[in-house]
């Protein structure tokens, strides 16, 4: 089962969330029909995704999009994050799901050659309350995706961060997935950090920690070093759910105007819409085109 927990290390000074989000990628895997390589990719993203609702959105309803734009075969990422309460919301799409790359010599997923070595990750980020947004660009380092938000973090945020993210697949669906972020708070000494480097050396991937069966807490004293962690929240969930409705493709379709809408109702007589998030298909037919056509 899918597992989010929240711990603090070292008395304090070093925070940590691990996550398991097998349920949830295997979940996005079905949804877009995603192959191993795509598999790996989209559930690294989704992973990261999933724990920023849960640590960089403070108020329900703030939102944050993220778009990763690399130069490789799988194209544009996009994730949107929403939070309620206990729960991170996210759905995300990828422009080129079907992409299957050969594996790399040392057996791992190739990744980094599916997005590609070359763009940026932009991060978006939306207060309901105040109506801002805040922007974050930054140009990718690897494509690998945890090395791409530990910068994003470095250099946008000014937050330090350790990251990690892994998933396991074959053919027959996700093995495991998850990941773990580290925070260190200003106070966290040369010692301490010392420590949680050395321990970060000797610890296993976290593919590896996740599919030896390692429960949470296990993996969080393993990456920081330390054995007496403290646990602050174990009722966190990231969950898959995309918004779409009938009536929200009602407003694209107004917004593309008279003459294009026209058009489709002269050739075509009916419109197909699929929802590129969850994959949801919405049936308009004449009828109802030529009373939106009324609407513009
Ligand atoms: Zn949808």
């Given at each position: 089962m899918d597992k989010i927990e929240k711990y603090l290390a070292y008395n304090g000074k070093v925070s940590l969330i691990c996550a398991n989000t097998t349920e949830l990628i295997e979940e996005i895997r079905k949804i877009h029909d995603l192959t191993p390589t795509t598999t790996a990719a989209m559930g690294r993203f989704a992973t990261i995704c999933g724990i920023m609702g849960l640590t960089s959105i403070k108020e329900n309803d703030d939102s944050i999009t993220v778009q990763l734009k690399g130069d490789g075969p799988v194209g544009s990422i996009v994730g949107i994050v929403k939070r309620e309460n206990n729960i991170s919301k996210i759905k995300t799409y990828m422009q080129n799901p079907l992409v299957e790359l050969p594996l790399k010599?040392?057996?791992?997923?190739?990744v980094g050659g599916a997005v590609g070595h070359a763009g940026y990750l932009n991060i978006i980020k939306q207060s309901a309350i105040t109506d801002s947004e805040y922007n974050g660009l930054v140009p990718l380092v690897s494509g690998e995706i945890a090395e791409d938000f530990t910068e994003y973090f470095a250099t946008s945020e000014q937050k330090p961060t350790v990251l990690a993210l892994g998933v396991l697949v074959n053919k027959d669906g996700t093995q495991s997935a998850g990941g773990y972020m580290i925070n260190l708070m200003p106070d966290a000494t040369e010692n301490e950090i010392t420590k949680i480097e050395e321990a970060l050396k000797s610890a296993p991937s976290i593919s590896e920690l996740l599919s030896e069966n390692k429960t949470l807490e296990e993996i969080a004293k393993i990456v920081t070093g330390d054995e007496n962690i403290e646990l602050l929240e174990d009722n966190l969930e990231i969950k898959f759910d995309c918004d779409c409705s009938k009536e929200k493709f009602e407003k694209g379709l107004i917004s593309i105007g008279k003459d294009d809408l026209t058009k489709i109702i002269e050739e075509d007589g009916r419109a197909e819409i699929v929802c590129q998030f969850c994959n949801k298909k919405y049936n308009f037919n004449k009828e109802e085109l030529e009373d939106l056509l009324k609407k513009i």
């Open positions: 010599s040392n057996g791992k997923i190739d």
